[in-house]
């Protein structure tokens, strides 16, 4: 049985870093992602990390957050920089096979964690 499971959230000030971590069995070399959202908000994409190594990151968190991967432990790092306000959210792990054109697409991903609490204070 395929388990995901997404922990290392909490609360920093603004401009502090965190690393949220997701951690997958059974499953073979997946593509993995983040996604966030927020109460009343669709769940919105942050970043991926496809089983080719590619990477891809949304425009509003570029540059401040970075996927790593630790395949001996099957898990995957979210390292989360220059945090602001508007990075407060409930952070979700997602993986499963998915083609290219749908790698920004929660739709396209099979598995999920339960999500993660990341709360950064102005």
Known sequence: QVQVLDSGGGAVET?????????????SRPDMAWFRQVPGKEREFIAARRRDGH???????????????????????????????????????????????????????????QGTQVTVSS
């Open 15 to 27: 401009g502090g870093s965190l690393t949220i971590s997701c951690r997958i069995s059974q499953l």
């Open 55 to 113: 990477l891809y990151y949304a425009d509003s968190v570029k540059g401040r957050f970075t996927i790593t991967r630790d395949s001996a432990k099957n898990t995957m790092y979210l390292q989360m920089n220059g945090l602001k306000p508007e990075d407060t959210a409930v952070y979700y792990c997602a993986a499963g096979t998915v083609i290219l054109s749908r790698t920004h697409d929660e739709s396209g991903y099979y598995y999920w964690g």
